[in-house]
């Protein structure tokens, strides 16, 4: 149980919709891993990567990030640690809530131990551009959910 | 293709005459002449109705056809009837069916509808706040500008011209 990881994400901005921290396309996604006091075991490392789903009427469709190794040194037990990293967030597909699909992104981090199968966490974000001053139509726009 | 269809209908007309020239034919030549000149007649008459529909289709450019959002593409629109104009944001998913088939779902989120155009050019934007184009397997989001004529026969919807823009999605800058 103590072996579950945390991920948080810091930074970025709150979206409103969701309540989940937002972040610019192709901007910079801090993070950090804790690890607690009182794990059992060693991990060969700590890799994160972003996802993203579109979901639809059924289907879904899928892809991923880049993937960051966050530490590639051996993670004993003993104190609990932070390990911070930055990830580099792809330039696109953003976040969209529209009549038939969505698209969403979540961040999962992986502490690779071997044989004793990995352990991972992930936490949702929002990846879309800041709303900027212009025509708007709600719809058909990254804000979403918008009634037509 | 209108000199096709005429010409089909012509050779058309020719062998149905000949099928009449008793002195000429014997009977046997006389049926394969008629089914010739019987099928020339029909495909004479789809391809024209089919040219018919073509020339009545609302023409339709767009430039630039690749953007970003909150940029302006100029539409040049030429219809022989007044004409709806619209630029849409479509999403569409295919689902499976059964039996190996998929069904297609469709929205659209009509952005700007000029109605009564017929010959000229207008100013469309994409919102600034817009979606970019997306297209996977079973998803898309597709941005398109469609020109549908006003008035059908027999009160149904005209004929549509369109074309898709690729609205890509604006590059971080810090």
Redesign the interface.
Same mark, same amino acid.
């Given at each position: 149980m103590s072996d579950e990881p945390t991920l948080q994400l810091l930074g970025g901005r709150v979206d409103e919709a969701s309540g989940v921290p937002s972040y610019e396309p192709g901007a910079t996604l801090p993070a950090v891993v804790r690890l607690d006091a009182d794990r059992r075991h060693t991990y060969r490392g700590v890799v994160a990567v972003a996802r993203w789903r579109a979901e639809g009427s059924g289907a879904v469709d899928s892809g991923v990030g880049q993937t960051v190794r966050v530490t590639s040194n051996r993670v004993e037990p003993g104190p609990s640690i932070e390990l911070p990293f930055d990830y580099p967030l792809p330039a696109y597909p953003w976040t969209y809530a529209g009549e038939l699909l969505t698209i969403s992104w979540e961040l999962e981090i992986t502490l690779d131990a071997a044989l004793l199968g990995d352990r991972s966490t992930s936490q949702p974000f929002v990846l879309a551009p800041a709303a900027q001053d212009g025509p708007r139509v709600g719809p058909a726009t990254a804000k979403r959910g918008v009634a037509e | 293709m209108r000199g096709c269809s005429g010409s089909i209908g012509c050779l058309a007309l020719l062998a149905l005459v000949l099928v009449g020239l008793d002195e000429v034919l014997d009977s046997p030549l006389r049926v394969l002449l008629a089914v010739v000149g019987l099928f020339g007649l029909w495909l004479a008459w789809t391809s024209g109705a089919a040219m018919a529909r073509r020339s009545a289709r609302p023409k339709l450019t767009a430039r630039p056809d690749v953007l970003q959002p909150?940029q302006t593409v100029t539409v040049g629109y030429d219809s022989s009837v007044p004409t709806h104009i619209r630029l849409i944001?479509r999403?569409? !998913?295919? @689902?499976?069916a059964g039996n190996g088939r998929e069904v297609t779902?469709? *929205?659209d989120? =009509? =952005?700007e509808d000029v109605a009564g155009a017929r010959q000229g050019e207008l100013e469309m !934007?994409i /919102? !600034?706040?817009?979606? *970019?184009s997306?297209a !996977? @397997?079973? *998803?898309e989001?597709l941005w398109v500008v469609e020109a549908q004529a006003e008035n059908g026969p027999r009160g149904t919807r005209g004929p549509a011209g369109r074309v898709e823009l690729t609205v890509l999605? =604006? /590059?971080?800058t /810090?």
């Open positions: - | 909150g944001c999403e569409s !998913t295919r @689902r499976p779902d469709t *929205h989120w =009509v =952005v !934007t /919102p !600034t706040d817009a979606m *970019h997306f !996977t @397997r079973h *998803h989001i999605p =604006v /590059p971080y /810090p």
